[in-house]
C-alpha cells in the first residue's frame, strides 16, 4: 500500500512542484517521499522512479501530440540521433524517473541516519 502511495504522492508532487519551480524541482520531491514514507530503500526507488516517470512521459507526451512533434523531433535528432519523438519521450521519463528514484534513496538514507 505504501508502494503506490508513494507513486501517487510523487506524481501529484512533481505536478505541483513543477508549476513554480524549475525541473530539478522532482529531486526535492523525491528527497521528500523518500524521508516522510518509509519504505525499504529499493522500494522507495522503485515507487517514485515509477510515478515520475509516468508523469514525465506522459506529460512530456501531451505536450508533444499538441504541437505535433515538431519540436520533439528537432530534439530527438539532436540528441538521439533518431527522427522518433515517441523514443524521446520515453528518454524524457527515463531521466526523470533516475533522477528523483535516487533523490528517494537518499532521502529515506537521510530518514534512517536522523532517525531518533
Avoid: C
Wanted: zero cysteines.
Amino acid at each position: 500500500m505504501k508502494f503506490i502511495v508513494s507513486a501517487i504522492t510523487s506524481a501529484l508532487l512533481s505536478y505541483a512542484f513543477g508549476l513554480f519551480l524549475p525541473w530539478w524541482s522532482i529531486m526535492i520531491v523525491g528527497l521528500l517521499v523518500g524521508y516522510f514514507i518509509p519504505q525499504k530503500r529499493i522500494f522507495s526507488f522503485l515507487s517514485v522512479f515509477l510515478g515520475v516517470a509516468l508523469f514525465w512521459g506522459l506529460f512530456a507526451l501531451f505536450v508533444s501530440t499538441s504541437n505535433e512533434h515538431i519540436l520533439a523531433k528537432r530534439v530527438a535528432m539532436l540528441v538521439i540521433k533518431k527522427d522518433s519523438p515517441l523514443l524521446l519521450v520515453m528518454f524524457t521519463g527515463l531521466i526523470g524517473g533516475i533522477s528523483s528514484g535516487i533523490s528517494a534513496v537518499t532521502g529515506r538514507s537521510l530518514a534512517l541516519l536522523f532517525k531518533p
